[in-house]
């Protein structure tokens, strides 16, 4: 008997592990340790602005990975991640090109430099 793999089934699930990889990505590459319990709160608040949203909405954003990193973008601004480490990340972000993060990162990085 096969069991069908839940994240699949929950297309919330599936952003909310899709957003804590590039939170362990962008925190691992940034040599920072990540601030766990923010991270938990960003993640709660996706979920909670996803769960919001009108199903067709939601489905929209599942196949479509510019809504989804709009949606992380606002996940990590709103729950308050962006206030940690605020200083050392706005140092790092400034010599953009010495930090191995790809492109899709500037969505958090930029927000330490306004």
Avoid: C
């Amino acid at each position: 008997m096969t069991h069908a793999d839940p994240s699949f089934s929950n297309p919330t699930q599936r952003l909310r592990e899709e957003f804590r990889r590039h939170l362990q990505v962008f925190y691992s590459q940034l040599r920072l340790a990540p601030p766990y319990e923010s991270v938990e709160k960003a993640i709660r608040t996706l979920t909670t602005a996803v769960h919001a949203l009108p199903k067709e909405e939601q489905t929209r954003i599942m196949s479509d990975p510019a809504l989804q990193w709009k949606q992380f973008r606002l996940a990590f601004e709103t729950s308050g991640l962006v206030k940690k480490h605020r200083g050392i990340i706005a140092g790092l972000a400034r010599n953009r090109s010495a930090l191995n993060l790809p492109a899709e990162y500037d969505h958090f990085l930029s927000l330490f430099s306004a």
